[in-house]
Nanobody, 116 residues
Framework: QVEVVESGGGLVQTGGSLKLSCVVSGIIFNEDTAVFWHRRRPGKLREFVALIGGDDTTNYAGAVKGRFTISKDNYNNTVYLQMNSLKPEDTAVYYC?????????WGQGTQVTVSS
């Protein structure tokens, strides 16, 4: 059974940093595995934030490029999202999503709140 668990959210002031973690159990990280971070801001639809592919290529939404960094630890099946220079508009529930072959697995989300 595949399980996706996020952690690391919390309350931070504008300009601060947080590092989110996503542990994916039940699948092997290889070239067929991609992991995404999405977020749902208050009153908005869920949106793409960042992804890291099986070949370690990365991509970011324009709103976070240069401030957020996605990385992974294949040995521990963990993906990280380092968030720097946080803004109030980054306040959201952050979700991790793992895709492998044609399957998609979502976590329950972790709340990030940035105070002004």
């Amino acid at each position: 059974q595949v399980e996706v668990v996020e952690s690391g959210g919390g309350l931070v002031q504008t300009g601060g940093s947080l590092k989110l973690s996503c542990v994916v159990s039940g699948i092997i990280f290889n070239e067929d595995t991609a992991v995404f971070w999405h977020r749902r801001r208050p009153g908005k639809l869920r949106e793409f934030v960042a992804l890291i592919g099986g070949d370690d290529t990365t991509n970011y939404a324009g709103a976070v490029k240069g401030r957020f960094t996605i990385s992974k630890d294949n040995y521990n099946n963990t993906v990280y999202l380092q968030m720097n220079s946080l803004k109030p508009e980054d306040t959201a529930v952050y979700y991790c999503k793992a895709t492998k072959d044609y399957y998609v697995y979502w976590g329950q989300g972790t709340q990030v709140t940035v105070s002004s």
